[in-house]
């Protein structure tokens, strides 16, 4: 009789069910914790440089350089581009153009070619209306900034007295 | 004499195993997802970002948030700001702001808006940033699911 209640405690000992309560432990101090810090929207951020008083060195008007620098203005949703010689000197006539912030698809492409041509980009400065909004600015200097062959875009800013 | 059988009372044992498996799935969806820069942006709810496929690869210390009526630094509302004033007087409260935060000049500063607010209050939160010595400063934007990978 006894002989059999041992083998019956033994038994009972083997089947002994797995303990979840360290594990739910575990999963009640992670799951808020995560859920606090969670992102389910992926940030970006467009990195653009200010105007400084005394900004780059002065060209020589005797050193002919191939790099051009861009006046990208955005007035509603028309964004102006003038290109000009290293330094903002004189205006390359050829470098003119319009675009529609609905395409800027088509400013990117203009920028390509201009880079693939005999001109190197060098700086862009960005000028945009006050009645522009936030949204398109920020997608013209989304363009600007991930157009590799732009060295820096320079965002101009009313003067502060 | 008959000895009354107690009975035990019926409990069904708690089931653990699917409380687990969820929790479990949960847990790995969110590891995936755990990203502690975004945790460290101080931005109002109800701003809806712009949207741009370019990726933020640090987190400035100093956040702005514009809108229409107020500024908010560091999540605060400087007050006796308002940026629909441009003269340089009622800026004050911005150069004082960053005095106090001890920012200095070559440090990133981000700036948020809602995708709807007229640029002329970035504008001048920006030209006030460049008058102050400022050099550079991020827009926080909302990623692109077209962006690229490594951009």
């Known amino acids: 009789m006894s002989f059999l209640r041992k083998k019956q405690r033994r038994r009972e000992s083997q089947e002994q069910e797995l303990n979840l309560i360290p594990v739910m432990n575990l999963f009640v101090c992670l799951v808020p914790f995560l859920l606090l810090t969670a992102a389910f929207v992926k940030l970006g951020g467009v990195d653009l440089e200010l105007p400084k008083a005394a900004s780059g060195e002065a060209v020589k008007e005797n050193e002919k350089s191939n790099e051009v620098d861009l006046i990208v203005q955005l007035d509603g949703s028309r964004i102006m581009l003038t290109g000009y010689e290293k330094g903002f000197t004189n205006e390359i006539e050829n470098l003119r153009s319009e675009f529609n912030v609905d395409s800027p698809e088509k400013l990117a492409k203009f920028l390509t070619e201009v880079s693939l041509g005999s001109r190197k980009l060098n700086a862009s400065l960005f000028k945009a209306s006050p009645q522009t909004r936030f949204e398109d600015a920020v997608k013209v200097l989304s363009v600007l900034r991930k157009h590799e062959a732009l060295k820096s875009v320079v965002l101009a800013t009313d003067r502060v007295n | ?151």
């Open chain 2, 1 to 151: 004499m008959k000895k009354k059988r107690r009975q035990r009372p019926k409990t069904s044992p708690l089931m653990l195993t699917p409380m687990v498996d969820m929790l479990t799935v949960i847990l790995i969806f969110l590891i995936v997802h755990y990203s502690p820069e975004t945790a460290k942006i101080k931005k109002s709810a109800d701003i809806k970002l712009p949207m741009s496929e370019l990726s933020l690869k640090k987190v400035p210390r100093i956040q702005i948030e514009i809108n229409d009526q107020h500024i908010q630094f560091n999540g605060l509302a400087l007050d006796g700001l308002n940026p629909s004033d441009a003269h340089s007087a009622s800026w004050k409260p911005l150069s004082e702001a960053l005095a106090r935060g001890s920012v200095k000049k070559d440090e990133p500063i981000l700036i948020m808006a809602d995708k709807n607010t007229s640029f002329v209050y970035v504008d001048r939160t920006v030209g006030h940033l460049a008058a102050n010595g400022f050099s550079e400063v991020y827009f926080l934007t909302e990623q692109d699911k077209k962006a690229k990978e490594g951009n």
